[in-house]
């Protein structure tokens, strides 16, 4: 059946000649307008592309046609351009979570809200201003595991795109990233290793450090070591509290996050071995 939209061609795999030639000539036979086109080939020699087009096609046809053109070991795919579905996980902070329930209502964000999960009812009032569902899971006296069974079955009545761990304070188990490759978003400080476990502002103020920032990254079985998105840092000095590093390390964190989600919402982000290349 035609599709007349915009859509996005994501394309990566060994470099080889031609291949810009091949994909976009496949792209004017179908009389398909492009947009706005990025690629950029790796030291290994890894190619990747990303094109915005638009037009009206069959979107089989045009799949097949790209794939009997490009050779083997190309990875393609095309995904209309439309806002993603999510879920937020949250705990008790309450300032990631602001800010994007404020890009939300406001179409800032690239995304539709499905739900908040949270392991406390601490957010609820905040969410429930917003029109949004909240799910309060507990995570006590049950396992892990269990914890993340009865969130598991609170996500199958929405089918997220993406998780987004907006200050979510517990460490997810292997099975359950495995449900999620590549699409849970987290947002850390980025004292990370140096200021590990608790009160890392504390830490960092005990230490003198001259700047704070925060890391946004997928989240993959290794704690906090997932292909990083987005990342910034803000200049401190000792006249900073550590109170002070911490009000100031959520303005940045928060910031961070949602740079990091439109680049995954526009489908900006590729994954190389542990490394983003953004386009």
């Not at 009997?68 to 993603?84: A, H």
């Not at 550590?242 to 964190?253: F, S």
């Not at 740079?259 to 919402?265: E, Y």
């Amino acid at each position: 059946m035609p599709t007349e939209t915009r859509h996005i061609l994501l394309m990566d795999g060994p470099d080889s000649t031609g291949l810009i030639h091949r994909v976009t000539g496949v792209l004017a036979h179908y009389n398909l307008n492009i947009i706005r086109n990025a690629e950029y080939v790796s030291p290994d020699r890894q190619f990747f592309m990303r094109t915005e087009f638009e037009g009206s096609y069959d979107s089989a046809v045009l799949s097949d046609n790209l794939k009997q053109t490009l050779p083997p070991g190309i990875n393609l795919r095309i995904n209309p351009k439309k806002k993603k579905n999510i879920i937020v996980f949250v705990t008790k902070e309450h300032h990631c979570l602001a800010e994007l329930l404020i890009r939300y209502a406001f179409n800032e964000l690239d995304a539709d809200i499905l739900a908040v999960v949270s392991n406390y009812n601490t957010l609820q009032p905040l969410v429930s201003k917003f029109g949004i569902p909240f799910h309060y899971v507990t995570h006590e006296h049950k396992t892990r595991e269990e914890h993340e069974e009865a969130i598991t079955r609170t996500l199958s009545i929405y089918e997220p795109e993406y998780i987004v761990l907006a200050k979510y304070m517990r460490v997810l188990t292997p099975s359950f990233v495995k449900q999620f490759p590549n699409r849970i978003v987290n947002i850390h400080h980025s004292f990370l290793p140096a200021f590990m476990g608790a009160s890392p502002y504390r830490q960092a103020y005990d230490r003198g450090v001259k700047i704070i920032g925060a890391t946004a990254h997928f989240v993959n079985n290794d704690l906090d070591e997932g292909p990083i998105i987005a990342q910034n840092i803000k200049e401190v000095d000792h006249r900073h509290t550590a109170a002070d590093m911490a009000t100031e390390g959520k303005d940045v964190e928060k910031i961070v996050l949602s740079q990091a989600l439109k680049l995954v919402f526009n489908d900006r982000v590729f994954i190389h071995q542990n490394r983003t290349i953004i386009l």
